[in-house]
């Protein structure tokens, strides 16, 4: 673990937050303002919170603003959704389509292109408190995957998804997409100039890599080289976790893939328990948990275990005397992540804009072999039945 020392240390506060203008801590909260300033004064109801993440990976510094820009878009998104009344699952929905609009992200506009020279996209979703998953693999020609995921999910929840049938991949997922109301983008406009100058380096690579050598030293200079492109190219999924005001939980997940894989592939974004995961709390267990991961190849036969992932913990707990019949939300959330960097942003609805940072793995540690790991907590309140 770099940086902490214990998962303890990680709950009791934030780490090297970078915000340009150096936030208030994530433990000041509306509880302790309503404290100080008069017992009988009614606490201000907030909408919940938000963890968002771009990608785990390499974040160049020339393009830092950027990468924590569209976390402080995605993170406004989704608590404005939140303070609508929304539940969390759709706020978790809104927080990814605003990841993947940017050109920036590995994930619907400016995806890493395929051998083919073509964008196809993995998206999930799952919703904590029914437990219900939507899932879409190597989908091209839809700007935001994610909508498609969380379409699926809806027709789960209304019984329509009977039969065993299982979620849509390749063209069937377009054409199951365009019949169900979402607008289709051609491939090449979701194509932008930092994703196509990446392939096109990538593609003079491998084809001076087959020239001299074959097998599997061949494929694994062809990962490398995907891998160790520009910053764009270098970073996997995007995600978010929220929890809402009622203490449900969700989780999402979006990727363009790994840069140059072959088509029709399906990576981690879209396999159930893979690529995110959302559960509420339940008689046996008093916690709720969210979880998005990203990152690529998790798998023993690598050199290096290359991943990142976002976690957001909440339980219920009573904070005021039973005649006001108030209750908090206790929010623990961290971030961890092997690669490089890995940028993140976090709100609750009772924060004014959110906080990023781009966490970095100190000098002279090599990524694959050592962990960054940083997080905080964040207490909602809200009425009791």
């Not at 201000?44 to 160049?60: D, I, P, R, W």
């Not at 809104?94 to 995806?111: K, Q, R």
């Not at 906080?355 to 970095?360: E, F, P, V």
């Amino acid at each position: 673990m770099i940086g902490l020392s214990s998962y303890a240390g990680v709950m009791e506060s934030l780490m090297n937050c970078d915000e340009e203008q150096q936030p208030s801590s994530p433990l000041t909260n509306s509880w302790s303002k309503n404290q100080d300033s008069g017992k009988n004064q009614k606490p201000k109801l907030v909408g919940g919170f938000v963890l968002v993440h771009a990608g785990a990976g390499y974040h160049s510094e020339s393009k830092a603003k950027e990468y924590k820009h569209v976390c402080k878009r995605a993170c406004q998104r989704a608590v404005d959704q939140l303070k609508a009344g929304a539940l969390a699952v759709e706020a978790v929905a809104a927080a990814l389509v605003e990841l993947e609009d940017s050109p920036f992200t590995n994930a619907g506009m400016g995806s890493n292109l395929n051998l083919s020279g073509e964008i196809e996209c993995d998206a999930s979703i799952m919703d904590g408190k029914s437990l219900h998953y939507g899932a879409v693999g190597a989908i091209s020609g839809i700007k935001n995957p994610v909508l498609v995921a969380n379409r699926l999910l809806s027709e789960a929840q209304k019984g329509k998804l009977s039969a065993g049938r299982i979620p849509p991949v390749g063209r069937g997922a377009h054409d199951w997409a365009v019949s169900h109301g979402i607008p289709p983008c051609p491939s090449e406009k979701m194509a932008t100039k930092f994703s196509l100058s990446a392939y096109k380096r990538n593609k003079r690579k491998m084809e001076l890599a087959e020239k001299i050598d074959t097998g599997h030293n061949q494929a694994k200079k062809r990962r490398q080289s995907s891998e160790n492109e520009n910053g764009s190219g270098c970073l996997d999924t995007v995600g978010a976790v929220v929890v809402d005001l009622e203490g449900n939980v969700a989780a999402a997940v979006s990727s363009g893939g790994l840069a140059m894989k072959h088509p029709g592939r399906v990576g981690q974004a879209a396999h159930y328990g893979c690529g995110c995961w959302a559960e509420n709390a339940c008689n046996m267990n008093p916690y709720s948990t969210a979880v998005s991961t990203s990152g690529s190849p998790f798998l023993a036969s690598e050199d290096r275990v290359l991943g990142g992932v976002i976690v957001l913990r909440c339980c219920r707990c009573v904070e005021a005397p039973p005649s006001q019949n108030i209750q908090g939300i206790l929010v623990e959330f961290l971030w961890s992540h092997t690669t490089e960097s890995m940028c993140v942003g976090y709100m609750s609805a009772q924060d004014s804009k959110a906080k990023t940072h781009i966490s970095r793995l100190p000098p002279g540690t090599v990524p694959g072999q050592c962990l960054a790991i940083e997080g905080g907590v964040c207490r909602l309140m809200s009425r009791g039945e």
